[in-house]
Antibody, heavy 126, light 106 residues
Framework: EVQLEQSGAEVRKPGESLKISCKTS????????IAWVRQQPGKGLEWMGI????????TYNPSFQGQVTISADKSTSTAFLQWSSLRASDTALYYC???????????????????WGQGTMVTVSS | IQMTQSPSSLSTFVGDRVTITCQAS??????LNWYQQKPGKAPKVLIYNASNLETGVPSRFSGSGSGTDFTFTISNLQPEDIATYYCQKSDNPMYTFGQGTKLEIK
Protein backbone atom coordinates (compact mmCIF):
# COMPACT_ATOMS: atom_id res chain seq x y z
CA GLU A 1 0.00 0.00 0.00
CA VAL A 2 1.26 3.44 -0.94
CA GLN A 3 1.57 5.57 2.19
CA LEU A 4 3.01 8.83 3.41
CA GLU A 5 3.31 8.80 7.19
CA GLN A 6 4.08 12.15 8.77
CA SER A 7 5.67 12.85 12.13
CA GLY A 8 3.59 13.97 15.07
CA ALA A 9 2.43 17.35 16.23
CA GLU A 10 5.06 19.81 17.45
CA VAL A 11 5.02 22.81 19.78
CA ARG A 12 7.91 25.24 19.65
CA LYS A 13 8.79 28.75 20.76
CA PRO A 14 9.56 31.55 18.31
CA GLY A 15 13.18 31.43 17.20
CA GLU A 16 13.52 27.68 17.70
CA SER A 17 14.38 25.22 14.96
CA LEU A 18 12.31 22.28 13.78
CA LYS A 19 12.45 19.42 11.30
CA ILE A 20 9.35 17.40 10.46
CA SER A 21 9.28 14.23 8.41
CA CYS A 22 7.26 12.36 5.81
CA LYS A 23 8.14 8.66 5.65
CA THR A 24 7.03 6.97 2.46
CA SER A 25 6.32 3.33 1.68
CA UNK A 26 4.81 1.20 -1.05
CA UNK A 27 6.53 2.90 -4.00
CA UNK A 28 9.99 3.74 -5.31
CA UNK A 29 10.85 6.89 -3.41
CA UNK A 30 13.59 7.92 -5.85
CA UNK A 31 11.17 8.00 -8.77
CA UNK A 32 8.58 10.41 -7.39
CA UNK A 33 8.56 14.08 -6.44
CA ILE A 34 7.40 14.91 -2.92
CA ALA A 35 5.70 18.25 -2.25
CA TRP A 36 4.96 20.16 0.95
CA VAL A 37 1.74 22.12 1.43
CA ARG A 38 0.90 24.52 4.24
CA GLN A 39 -2.56 25.15 5.68
CA GLN A 40 -2.77 27.88 8.29
CA PRO A 41 -5.68 27.65 10.74
CA GLY A 42 -8.95 28.31 8.93
CA LYS A 43 -7.13 29.11 5.69
CA GLY A 44 -6.52 27.52 2.31
CA LEU A 45 -3.77 25.38 0.82
CA GLU A 46 -0.39 26.86 -0.08
CA TRP A 47 2.18 24.95 -2.10
CA MET A 48 5.59 25.43 -0.43
CA GLY A 49 7.99 23.47 -2.56
CA ILE A 50 8.85 20.12 -4.07
CA UNK A 51 11.83 17.76 -4.12
CA UNK A 52 12.99 14.95 -6.40
CA UNK A 53 14.73 12.52 -4.02
CA UNK A 54 16.82 10.86 -6.70
CA UNK A 55 19.07 13.93 -7.02
CA UNK A 56 17.55 16.19 -4.31
CA UNK A 57 16.60 18.77 -6.93
CA UNK A 58 14.25 21.17 -5.16
CA THR A 59 11.96 23.95 -6.31
CA TYR A 60 10.43 26.42 -3.87
CA ASN A 61 7.44 28.69 -4.00
CA PRO A 62 9.10 32.15 -3.91
CA SER A 63 6.93 32.95 -0.88
CA PHE A 64 8.76 30.25 1.08
CA GLN A 65 12.24 30.46 -0.45
CA GLY A 66 14.76 31.08 2.30
CA GLN A 67 12.18 30.47 5.02
CA VAL A 68 12.23 26.67 4.96
CA THR A 69 14.46 23.87 3.70
CA ILE A 70 13.16 20.75 1.98
CA SER A 71 15.36 17.67 1.94
CA ALA A 72 15.17 13.91 1.44
CA ASP A 73 16.94 10.80 2.72
CA LYS A 74 16.94 8.06 0.13
CA SER A 75 18.15 5.45 2.61
CA THR A 76 14.95 5.80 4.67
CA SER A 77 12.59 6.96 1.89
CA THR A 78 11.78 10.02 3.95
CA ALA A 79 11.28 13.65 3.03
CA PHE A 80 11.80 16.51 5.46
CA LEU A 81 10.71 20.09 5.99
CA GLN A 82 12.76 22.23 8.34
CA TRP A 83 12.97 25.68 9.83
CA SER A 84 16.02 27.30 11.42
CA SER A 85 14.06 30.00 13.22
CA LEU A 86 10.34 29.60 13.67
CA ARG A 87 7.82 32.45 13.78
CA ALA A 88 4.33 32.55 15.17
CA SER A 89 3.08 32.81 11.59
CA ASP A 90 4.51 29.32 10.92
CA THR A 91 1.71 27.88 13.04
CA ALA A 92 -0.09 25.63 10.59
CA LEU A 93 -0.89 22.12 9.45
CA TYR A 94 1.75 20.86 7.04
CA TYR A 95 1.06 18.14 4.49
CA CYS A 96 3.43 16.18 2.33
CA UNK A 97 2.09 14.83 -0.95
CA UNK A 98 3.35 12.66 -3.76
CA UNK A 99 3.39 14.18 -7.20
CA UNK A 100 2.38 11.89 -10.03
CA UNK A 101 2.90 12.80 -13.66
CA UNK A 102 2.52 10.86 -16.87
CA UNK A 103 1.35 11.23 -20.45
CA UNK A 104 -2.27 10.31 -21.04
CA UNK A 105 -3.52 8.41 -24.10
CA UNK A 106 -3.60 11.66 -26.07
CA UNK A 107 -0.03 12.56 -25.20
CA UNK A 108 -1.05 15.29 -22.72
CA UNK A 109 0.96 15.59 -19.53
CA UNK A 110 -1.01 14.73 -16.41
CA UNK A 111 0.39 16.22 -13.21
CA UNK A 112 -1.20 16.24 -9.76
CA UNK A 113 -0.72 15.26 -6.11
CA UNK A 114 -2.20 11.79 -5.79
CA UNK A 115 -1.25 10.59 -2.29
CA TRP A 116 -1.16 12.80 0.80
CA GLY A 117 0.16 12.38 4.30
CA GLN A 118 -2.12 12.88 7.28
CA GLY A 119 -0.59 16.24 8.12
CA THR A 120 1.67 17.52 10.91
CA MET A 121 0.40 20.33 13.12
CA VAL A 122 3.11 22.81 14.09
CA THR A 123 2.31 25.33 16.81
CA VAL A 124 4.70 28.20 17.46
CA SER A 125 3.92 30.15 20.60
CA SER A 126 5.80 31.84 23.40
CA ILE B 1 0.28 33.15 -12.11
CA GLN B 2 -2.62 33.80 -9.74
CA MET B 3 -5.63 31.51 -9.34
CA THR B 4 -8.92 33.20 -8.47
CA GLN B 5 -11.63 30.88 -7.26
CA SER B 6 -15.26 31.79 -6.63
CA PRO B 7 -17.41 31.79 -4.69
CA SER B 8 -15.52 31.50 -1.39
CA SER B 9 -18.52 29.80 0.18
CA LEU B 10 -21.75 28.29 -1.00
CA SER B 11 -24.84 27.11 0.84
CA THR B 12 -27.13 24.85 -1.10
CA PHE B 13 -29.56 21.93 -0.91
CA VAL B 14 -29.09 18.19 -1.31
CA GLY B 15 -29.87 17.33 -4.91
CA ASP B 16 -28.85 20.74 -6.25
CA ARG B 17 -26.33 21.42 -8.99
CA VAL B 18 -23.26 23.28 -7.72
CA THR B 19 -20.84 25.24 -9.87
CA ILE B 20 -17.47 26.65 -8.81
CA THR B 21 -15.24 28.70 -11.07
CA CYS B 22 -11.49 29.16 -11.16
CA GLN B 23 -9.73 31.78 -13.22
CA ALA B 24 -6.01 31.84 -13.98
CA SER B 25 -4.22 35.15 -14.53
CA UNK B 26 -2.43 33.64 -17.53
CA UNK B 27 -3.08 30.83 -19.99
CA UNK B 28 -2.47 27.48 -18.29
CA UNK B 29 -3.93 25.41 -21.12
CA UNK B 30 -5.61 22.40 -19.48
CA UNK B 31 -3.26 22.15 -16.48
CA LEU B 32 -5.89 22.56 -13.81
CA ASN B 33 -6.80 20.10 -11.05
CA TRP B 34 -9.63 20.07 -8.54
CA TYR B 35 -9.30 18.76 -4.97
CA GLN B 36 -11.81 18.03 -2.24
CA GLN B 37 -10.87 18.53 1.41
CA LYS B 38 -13.28 17.23 4.02
CA PRO B 39 -13.01 18.61 7.58
CA GLY B 40 -10.00 17.20 9.40
CA LYS B 41 -8.78 15.29 6.35
CA ALA B 42 -6.08 15.68 3.74
CA PRO B 43 -7.11 16.87 0.27
CA LYS B 44 -8.06 14.36 -2.39
CA VAL B 45 -7.89 14.88 -6.13
CA LEU B 46 -11.19 14.63 -7.99
CA ILE B 47 -10.45 16.08 -11.43
CA TYR B 48 -7.14 16.40 -13.27
CA ASN B 49 -6.29 18.23 -16.49
CA ALA B 50 -9.47 20.28 -16.23
CA SER B 51 -11.96 17.56 -17.14
CA ASN B 52 -10.62 14.09 -16.34
CA LEU B 53 -12.26 12.23 -13.48
CA GLU B 54 -9.79 10.48 -11.17
CA THR B 55 -10.38 6.75 -10.76
CA GLY B 56 -13.06 5.95 -8.21
CA VAL B 57 -14.56 9.44 -8.11
CA PRO B 58 -18.34 9.53 -8.57
CA SER B 59 -19.58 10.72 -11.94
CA ARG B 60 -21.63 13.52 -10.38
CA PHE B 61 -18.35 15.45 -10.25
CA SER B 62 -17.16 17.06 -13.48
CA GLY B 63 -14.87 19.78 -14.76
CA SER B 64 -14.46 21.84 -17.88
CA GLY B 65 -12.52 24.72 -19.32
CA SER B 66 -9.14 25.59 -20.76
CA GLY B 67 -6.83 28.56 -21.01
CA THR B 68 -7.80 30.87 -18.16
CA ASP B 69 -11.38 29.92 -17.26
CA PHE B 70 -12.41 26.69 -15.60
CA THR B 71 -15.57 25.28 -14.04
CA PHE B 72 -16.14 22.52 -11.50
CA THR B 73 -19.62 21.06 -11.16
CA ILE B 74 -21.33 18.74 -8.73
CA SER B 75 -24.63 17.53 -10.08
CA ASN B 76 -27.13 16.12 -7.60
CA LEU B 77 -25.29 17.25 -4.46
CA GLN B 78 -25.03 14.59 -1.74
CA PRO B 79 -24.58 15.12 2.03
CA GLU B 80 -21.12 13.53 1.86
CA ASP B 81 -20.00 16.25 -0.56
CA ILE B 82 -19.71 18.74 2.30
CA ALA B 83 -16.13 19.90 1.99
CA THR B 84 -13.92 22.68 0.77
CA TYR B 85 -12.94 22.50 -2.89
CA TYR B 86 -9.71 23.86 -4.34
CA CYS B 87 -8.47 24.35 -7.85
CA GLN B 88 -4.74 23.96 -8.49
CA LYS B 89 -2.68 24.82 -11.51
CA SER B 90 -0.09 22.25 -12.52
CA ASP B 91 1.92 23.83 -15.32
CA ASN B 92 5.33 23.32 -13.80
CA PRO B 93 6.96 24.38 -11.64
CA MET B 94 4.46 26.30 -9.50
CA TYR B 95 1.48 24.39 -8.10
CA THR B 96 -0.60 27.34 -6.95
CA PHE B 97 -3.97 26.64 -5.35
CA GLY B 98 -7.10 28.74 -5.53
CA GLN B 99 -8.45 30.23 -2.30
CA GLY B 100 -11.00 27.44 -1.86
CA THR B 101 -14.79 27.18 -1.88
CA LYS B 102 -16.48 25.98 1.30
CA LEU B 103 -19.64 24.07 0.57
CA GLU B 104 -22.44 23.89 3.12
CA ILE B 105 -25.81 22.25 3.01
CA LYS B 106 -28.92 24.23 3.91
Amino acid sequence: EVQLEQSGAEVRKPGESLKISCKTSGFKFNNYWIAWVRQQPGKGLEWMGIIYPSDSYTTYNPSFQGQVTISADKSTSTAFLQWSSLRASDTALYYCARRIYFDDVNGNLVDFFDIWGQGTMVTVSS
Amino acid sequence: IQMTQSPSSLSTFVGDRVTITCQASQDIRHYLNWYQQKPGKAPKVLIYNASNLETGVPSRFSGSGSGTDFTFTISNLQPEDIATYYCQKSDNPMYTFGQGTKLEIK
